[in-house]
């Protein structure tokens, strides 16, 4: 069986809305959202929680996941890199344990609209494709076809693009889900690699927290679909 290890990165640290991580959204610890999604993905056979934070770290296995090793304190500041976070880890598994992993997936746990749908439907474009990587983004088409600068007199121009069947289409990375192969990983020390497809999403399904506005607007997506 290949190993498949989903990473979920979850700083203590949050300064635009302190404590998100384990913020109860809806009835449950937000992070408790990504763990889920990964424990019901069945491409997946580890889930590792990596925090600098003793009670992200209890929310974590309470919900199931493995917490083994604790985030340095240089590794979890505002300029903390992801890709050096991961392979922290990847050091630490494989001199700990001996484990080398074929693939990893990076789950962020701001993405509580991502489910585990989502995630095997990148991974069948990941396998399928034979890809080393694969991202998931979500359209930036429409914010495109209007926008406003500033004129050369301090006042306010507005710009329309227009659509047509030759405007290509464009995509930013909503964060929710990074597949990479490990070799690649570790050569590149990107999850963009030279060989990454993109996973499209829906705007709703791509909400990433970072604020109080984006916890609202989280809470009744996520409302609206246990209604629906």
């Not at 990165?9 to 384990?22: C, D, Q, T, V, Y």
């Not at 992070?31 to 929310?59: F, K, L």
């Amino acid at each position: 069986m290949k190993e498949i290890l989903a990473f979920i990165l979850a700083r203590g640290g949050s300064k635009r809305l302190p404590g998100k991580n384990i913020k109860e959204l809806n009835g449950k610890p937000l992070i408790q959202y990504t763990i889920e999604a990964g424990q019901q993905t069945p491409e997946i056979t580890r889930i590792i929680v990596s925090t600098d934070d003793p009670d992200i770290a209890h929310v974590a296995r309470k919900a199931g996941a493995e917490v083994p090793f604790p985030r340095p304190a240089s590794l979890s500041d505002d300029h903390a890199s992801p890709v050096d976070a991961c392979l922290y880890l990847l050091d630490c598994l494989e001199k700990d344990e001996k484990y080398i992993p074929e693939t990893i997936l990076l789950l962020q746990p701001t993405s509580p609209l991502r489910t585990a749908q989502h995630i095997q439907e990148a991974f069948h474009l990941y396998h399928t494709q034979k890809a080393n990587s694969v991202l998931s983004v979500s359209s930036i088409r429409d914010e495109l076809s209007t926008f406003v600068t500033e004129g050369n007199n301090g006042m306010i121009q507005l710009f329309v693009k227009e659509q047509n069947e030759h405007t290509l289409p464009a995509y930013k990375l909503n964060g929710a889900i990074y597949i990479v192969k490990t070799s690649a990983f570790r050569k590149e020390r990107s999850f963009f690699t030279k060989d990454t497809l993109p996973y499209v999403m829906t705007k709703e399904d791509s909400v990433d927290i970072d604020t109080s506005f984006d916890f609202s607007l989280a809470s009744l997506l996520l409302k609206g679909r246990s209604e629906g």
